[in-house]
């Protein structure tokens, strides 16, 4: 199906000139690597219907308007429910995209089963801007899920730090989930209390690095791997290896839209068959507790 474009000329990044042609573009050359990890999630759409510096808001409730081709799911929350849409194609990629959706976040539960994540995610948030920090802070992470036997996966966050995600077999429950995380993130401030905080009030931080865990609760939300993110220049949540997490040169903002779709072109995708390390936690919740 061939989904009408609207207003391809609208400039949506006005520093680089990018119009939402240029997005949807962007997000048709990446669909290949990028909707293997949204598949079957709910999504969380960052909308910016005048460019980034206008107004954003999230839209999670899918309208009734959606065509067919957008699946959906029901995500209960305190009164009610969220009717979240689901982008498991190109097409739905492409219409809403074409919504203005310039950043794309996937709640880290499957549609079929929103009691049991499939991964486990950790934002690594700076203070200040000390990006050698943050790729050092990245590396303990590592090491330590390690330790617990766990297989972490690194990307740009196309913003101000890099997330790590461990992918998980769905054994385990939304609790259980955010209490390891949780867990793990006070053993690493306890290990590098000069580099790094839970604390959540920005003021109690300091100069370190926040650790955290929130994505991971329920009905929460963390961006998707290659989405772009509302800044200037369009830098992507990119995937990386963690080789390049030690090349001086990384930024969070380093990849683009100009050029994240030559190299995955070139490379593929750096987290390809990421779900055949997915784990359960039972063990790891022991080392931790």
Known sequence: MTVKITHPEKVLFPEDGLTKADMISYYQAVASVMLPHMKDHPLAMLRFNDGIHGERFFHKQAPNYFPDFIERVDVPKQKGKTTYPVCNNVDALTYIANHNTIEFHVLPVRADDLWHPDRLVFDLDPSV???DTVRAAALWLRDFLDELGLTSFVMTSGSRGLHIWVP????????ETVGFASSVAQRLVQRHPDELTTEFMKADRGDRIYVDVARNAPAQHAVTPYSLRAKPHAP?????SWDEVSDKKL??????????????AERGDAWKGMRRSAKS???AIVAVS
Not at 236 to 240: G, K, L
Request: charged share 30%; aromatic share 6%; no cysteine.
């Open 129 to 131: 801007e000390d990006f």
């Open 168 to 175: 998980l077999d769905r054994k385990n429950t939304v609790e």
């Open 236 to 240: 992507a949540a990119m995937p990386i």
């Open 251 to 264: 930024t969070p903002t380093r990849y683009t839209m100009t050029d994240v779709p030559r190299i995955v």
């Open 281 to 283: 936690l039972a063990k």
